[in-house]
Nanobody, 119 residues
């Protein structure tokens, strides 16, 4: 049974940092495309960053240079290091995995973790 569990969200001040984690079980992380999506209040879900099974990574323009995605295959865990956070980064962040590629309609989803950027 595939399961994705996010953690690491919380309240942070503008320009602060957070690291999100996504613990995967029921499949081998390194064999899948896996990434982060977010949904802000009143907005549609959007892609944040994704890494393919081959190791290629992608970032949304809004977070490029501030966020870094990484994958620990040995521990079946995905990370998102978020620096220089802005109020507009406030959202529920979801981890998602796909058997084929990074795409909006990924196969498996976690339940999300809330990130609030506010002073």
């Amino acid at each position: 049974q595939v399961q994705l569990v996010e953690s690491g969200g919380g309240l942070v001040q503008p320009d602060g940092s957070l690291r999100l984690s996504c613990a995967a079980s029921g499949f081998t992380l390194g064999d899948y495309a896996i990434g982060w999506f977010r949904q802000a209040p009143g907005k549609e879900r959007e892609g944040v960053s994704c890494i393919t099974a081959e190791g290629s990574s992608y970032y949304a323009t809004a977070v490029k240079g501030r966020f870094t995605i990484s994958r620990d295959n040995a521990n079946n865990t995905l990370y998102l290091q978020m620096n220089s956070l802005k109020p507009e980064d406030t959202a529920v962040y979801y981890c998602a995995a796909d058997r084929v590629r990074c795409r909006h309609g990924m196969d498996y989803w976690g339940k999300g973790t809330l990130v609030t950027v506010s002073s």
